[in-house]
């Protein structure tokens, strides 16, 4: 009996009697097995015992040890020395493994499954523990701070569970410890500096949690160190000198905090490295000149900081140079000449910055070059002929600029490229027919230059792939493009507004059946309404104003119209008739108040760039995008539409802005205009309008502009409400409107109804027009 209880109370310390070791073992496993939620998962089918309390049995004979249960490993004794259940689907808690069961464990593997509750503090008792993974499970809790006493342990992952609350302290007690990760879990408070005792730490992350702190510059005491990973979190305070003696340092990634101060020219040290990822912080002063010395640097990426500053020369050194992202800084100077020597750059980011001078020419020597992305900067002269020798060049951004000089026809030799924008420059000249050997070109920005000429025909027909072309605001002239032939062709946005073109709307743009954007705004066009357009299904910008189209506003005979028009701008135009009231009923994206309807004009296919350098296209992106959730706008004005406002316009619940004046619209004002929630800008002046301002307008809370003025209205302006804002010029010249703002009181007998202050305010008329709301203003006002 004695010697029994002897043999009991030995057995998780002995190696000498495994048939007992193991079966304990055995009926611990067996215990944790059936208290888990799917116990009858089939992987662990092994985990059983026969009818007569037996272990499994495994060929034929009757085994007393779990050694050959799945997952399960042992040693020459047969004690459980690895138990791997990666992967497996189980679910539950660790609750009822009584971990002082097995001594000899040295390998626990749990990671990717569905556990859950805590993890148990006698996780201690695994005092051979070497390897512990639990990661990818639902953990919650804390981190006990007694796995600070497995003295064994290399390996700690703990990463992607729910964990809470500090980082334990006691982990500086794992002197063994070579690899740790806790990233992406709720982690808080700072990252204890004990971390920096431990010598044989090689990898740490602890990225994705809501760290605070400070950076501890212990973490310099880490000789050793290869990997560093400490992006999203909240940490503060700058990044310490003291990481520069990391020499063995491979990768830094500390992107997504709040790190603020200078760059310490320390990280000059470190000449092992690799990568260095610290963008979206607060980081100031200058790019250090010591990072010439960082000769195996691949990736230096700084995006979205305040740092100020020329880019050093000594960077020219960087042999090894792949990726440089330096966008969103207020760095400034020349890009220098020694750029030119990083043969192997394949990604250079620079655009929003404060960079002056010209691109230097020896850029072209840049030959592994696939992003050149230089936009929102004050870059001048002309674009250097040798750029044209970057055969691999996929996209080329400078737009935003002050470029000069003709249009660089030798880029034209880039026959990768898929995103050329030159827009917002002062470029000049013809744009050559060869553009349209470009076959894998996306995106074409040469807008807001001095282009002139005839835009090359072969533009509308030469790739199945151009999604965006935008030549607004040049000179061209002659015809729009009318070869839009390719059936299925990707364009989403044709902009040619301001520029001299003449001719009719080409009919073959009903090809092009992704069509989202369609602006011809300010030319010389003639012709009557492409009625045909309306049976493009993602047309949600249509804009013509300011040109000479005339007749009806006829639509042709298919339904569904324009279900995501969002803009409708043909003011300025000759168009006559009655409003297309039946138009008015089929805006289904006007009748819906529905943010998420923006809908994803530019979001779509791969035309959004990666989040690490979010960029390019985004400025032209986002200004569209804002004007589509903003901007919904109808503007009719400048024509000759006459008849009455239809009902229907009442129910296009969405819309911000209604500009109908400055024709010869009639009869009243409809009182279901009060259904239009959102509406901010309203204009009718100028027409023929009659009766009453419908009272109704007056629970219009948004309304910020209204303009009733030059019609025949009568009876009292609505009180209250956003009307108690409103001018008096928003009213002049109607005989019969009385009472706030005006000066002439209702109920008053006197019908000659122009008193002497509206007499002044007339003389304002025309520059009330002037200053009246056009869609470009209403942009502008987004
Ligand atoms: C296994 O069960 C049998 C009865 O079926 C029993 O006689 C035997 O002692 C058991 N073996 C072990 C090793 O416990
Ligand atoms: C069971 O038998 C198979 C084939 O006969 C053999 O490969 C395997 O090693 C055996 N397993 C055990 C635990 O003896
Ligand atoms: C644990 O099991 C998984 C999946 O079966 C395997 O990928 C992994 O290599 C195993 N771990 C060890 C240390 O053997
Ligand atoms: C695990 O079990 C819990 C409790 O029954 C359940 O709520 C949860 O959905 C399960 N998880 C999975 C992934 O099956
Ligand atoms: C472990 O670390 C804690 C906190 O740093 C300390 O108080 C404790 O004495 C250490 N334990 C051992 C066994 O070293
Ligand atoms: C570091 O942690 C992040 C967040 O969990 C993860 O996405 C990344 O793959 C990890 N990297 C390494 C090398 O551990
Ligand atoms: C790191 O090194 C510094 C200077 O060598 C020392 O003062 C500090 O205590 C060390 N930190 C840790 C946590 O060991
Ligand atoms: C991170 O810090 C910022 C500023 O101190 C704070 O607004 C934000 O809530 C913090 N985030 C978390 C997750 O703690
Ligand atoms: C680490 O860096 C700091 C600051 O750069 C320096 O003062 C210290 O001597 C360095 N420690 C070692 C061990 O090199
Ligand atoms: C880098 O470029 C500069 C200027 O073009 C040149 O003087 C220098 O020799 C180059 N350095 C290397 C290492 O090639
Ligand atoms: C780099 O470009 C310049 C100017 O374009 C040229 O003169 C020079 O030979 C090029 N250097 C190399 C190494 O290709
Ligand atoms: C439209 O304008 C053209 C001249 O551009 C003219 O020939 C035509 O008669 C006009 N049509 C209408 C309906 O006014």
Not at 101 to 124: K, Q, W, Y
Not at 511 to 537: Q, S, Y
Request: a negative charge; hydrophobic letters at 40%.
């Amino acid at each position: 009996m004695l010697l029994n209880l002897l043999l009991i109370l030995s057995i998780p310390f002995s190696s000498s009697l495994p048939a007992f070791a193991s079966k304990a073992e055995a009926d611990v496993l067996l215990k944790w097995k059936n208290s888990l939620i799917n116990h009858n998962n089939p992987l662990l089918s092994s985990w059983s015992v026969d009818p007569t309390g037996n272990l499994t049995r495994v060929n034929g004979t009757t085994s007393t040890s779990p050694c050959t249960w799945y997952g399960v490993e042992c040693n020459n004794h047969g004690d459980v020395v690895k138990l791997n259940l990666s992967e497996s689907k189980l679910n539950g808690t660790l609750k009822n493994l009584i971990f002082s069961s097995f001594a000899s464990l040295t390998h626990l593997e749990l990671r990717l499954n569905d556990f859950f509750g805590s993890i148990p503090v006698e996780i201690m008792y695994l005092s051979k523990l070497v390897f512990l993974d639990l990661s990818g499970n639902h953990f919650s809790g804390t981190i006990p701070q007694e796995i600070g006493m497995l003295m064994n342990l290399e390996t700690l992952s703990l990463h992607s569970n729910n964990l809470e609350a500090h980082i334990p302290v006691s982990l500086g007690n794992l002197s063994k410890l070579s690899y740790l990760r806790v990233d992406d879990n709720k982690l808080s408070g700072s990252i204890p500096r004990e971390l920096g005792n431990l010598n044989n730490l090689m990898k740490v992350n602890v990225s994705v949690n809501v760290l605070k702190g400070h950076i501890p510059s212990d973490l310099g005491n880490l000789t050793i160190l290869s990997e560093l990973y400490l992006f999203l979190n909240n940490l503060t305070g700058s990044i310490p000198p003291s990481l520069g003696n990391l020499s063995f340092l491979k990768i830094l990634v500390i992107y997504k905090n709040q790190l603020s101060g200078r760059i310490p020219d320390e990280i000059g040290n470190m000449k092992n490295l690799i990568t260095l990822h610290s963008g979206h912080n607060q980081l100031t002063g200058s790019i250090p000149a010591s990072f010439g010395n960082l000769r195996k640097l691949k990736i230096l990426d700084v995006h979205v900081n305040l740092l100020s500053g020329v880019i050093p020369i000594e960077l020219g050194k960087l042999e090894s140079f792949v990726q440089l992202a330096f966008s969103h800084n207020q760095l400034s100077g020349h890009i220098p000449v020694s750029i030119g020597n990083l043969s192997k750059l394949e990604q250079m980011y620079l655009n929003d910055n404060r960079f002056n001078g010209s691109i230097p020419k020896e850029l072209g020597n840049l030959t592994s070059l696939v992003e050149l992305i230089l936009f929102n900067n004050q870059l001048s002269g002309p674009v250097p002929n040798s750029l044209g020798n970057l055969k691999k060049l996929e996209q080329f951004a400078v737009h935003d600029n002050k470029l000069s000089g003709y249009f660089p026809e030798t880029i034209l030799n880039c026959q990768k490229l898929r995103y050329l924008t030159l827009g917002n420059n002062s470029l000049m000249g013809h744009v050559p027919k060869s553009v349209c050997n470009l076959i894998s070109l996306e995106t074409l920005y040469l807008g807001n230059n001095q282009l002139s000429g005839i835009i090359p025909q072969c533009l509308s027909n030469f790739s199945h792939e151009l999604k965006i072309l935008d030549l607004r605001m040049n000179r061209f002239h002659g015809s729009a493009p009318t070869t839009f032939l390719k059936q299925n062709n990707s364009l989403r946005s044709l902009n040619l507004n301001g520029n001299r073109l003449q001719g009719s709307i080409p009919r073959t743009l009903i090809n092009c059946r992704k069509l989202a954007v369609l602006d011809l705004g300010n030319n010389m066009l003639t012709g009557e309404f492409p009625f045909w357009i309306d049976t493009l299904p993602e047309m949600q910008v249509l804009v013509l104003r300011g040109n000479k189209l005339n007749g009806t506003l006829h639509t042709s005979n298919t339904k569904p119209q324009f279900q995501k028009l969002r803009i409708l701008d043909l003011s300025s135009n000759e168009f006559t008739g009655l409003l297309p009231s039946n138009y008015f009923n089929n805006f289904k994206a006007l009748m819906t108040l529905d943010r998420s309807a923006s809908g994803n004009l530019y979001m779509g296919g791969k035309f959004m760039y990666d989040d690490t350098v979010e960029l390019v296209v985004k400025g032209l992106r986002l200004e569209l995008q804002k004007i589509l959730v903003v901007c919904t706008t109808i503007d009719l004005s400048v024509n000759k539409f006459e008849g009455e406002i239809p009902d229907t316009i009442g129910e296009l619940r969405a819309l911000r802005f209604l500009n109908l004046s400055h024709n010869s619209l009639s009869g009243k004002i409809p009182t279901h205009l009060s259904n239009l929630v959102v509406l901010e800008h309203l204009d009718f002046s100028s027409n023929k309008m009659t009766g009453e301002i419908p009272e109704q307008l007056a629970s219009l809370t948004f309304l910020a502009v209204v303009n009733f003025s030059q019609n025949q209205l009568q009876g009292g302006i609505p009180q209250g409400g956003q009307f108690n804002t409103f001018e008096n010029s928003s009213f002049q010249g109607n005989n019969g409107l009385c009472g706030f703002p005006l000066t002439k009181k209702c109920g008053d007998d006197d019908d000659d109804g122009i008193s002497f202050s509206q007499k002044d305010e007339d003389e304002d008329e025309d520059d009330g027009f002037l200053n009246g709301f056009s869609w470009e203003a209403v942009v502008l006002g987004c």
